[in-house]
């Protein structure tokens, strides 16, 4: 090789070195786990939402049915609107003073339905304030929705 070749070539040293490539790992490292973070916080409230309209849905639907019931003609006072709430028997039901409570698992959420005969008696004898609630557990603490009411059995 001649020394005006050997001059022409000239050696590229632009190449990478270890310390960029492990900082470019360390801050591809850092956006990964932001994402991830995001990702993880819009799972969690994802899950929350889902369970707050099936929850809504449930007592939704439960509101609807008494409605339903207070409707009907053969419901005109507080007995046979109980009646007509534990038609099938699977609701356990307890009176405490002026509240019927009804209580039952179903869909995955456990139901209490509260019905007060003296909430509106100053306005009327056949306005009955209805409260129904879904609960995460069998203990009745954790709540997951609720819905109130006014039912008028005229």
Do not use: C, P
């Not at 009176?95 to 019905?115: A, C, P």
């Amino acid at each position: 090789m001649s020394d005006e070749a050997s001059k022409k070539i000239s050696y590229n040293n632009t190449g990478t070195t270890l310390v960029e490539l492990l900082i470019s790992i360390v801050i591809l490292a850092f956006v990964i786990g932001i994402f991830l973070s995001v990702f993880q916080y819009s799972n969690r409230t994802n899950i929350d939402t889902h369970e707050l309209v099936d929850g809504t849905y449930v007592v939704q639907t439960w509101m609807e049915k008494l409605y339903a019931i207070s409707e009907s003609s053969s419901v005109t006072d507080i007995s046979t609107l109980k009646d007509q709430v534990n038609s099938d028997g699977s609701f356990s039901v307890t009176v405490s003073g002026s509240d019927y409570t009804f209580k039952k698992e179903t869909d995955g959420f456990y139901i209490m339905i509260t019905i007060s005969t003296d909430t509106y008696a100053s306005l009327s004898s056949d306005l009955y304030k209805v409260v129904v609630r879904a609960y995460h557990d069998s203990a009745y603490s954790e709540l997951a929705a609720i819905m109130e009411g006014i039912i008028n059995l005229d």
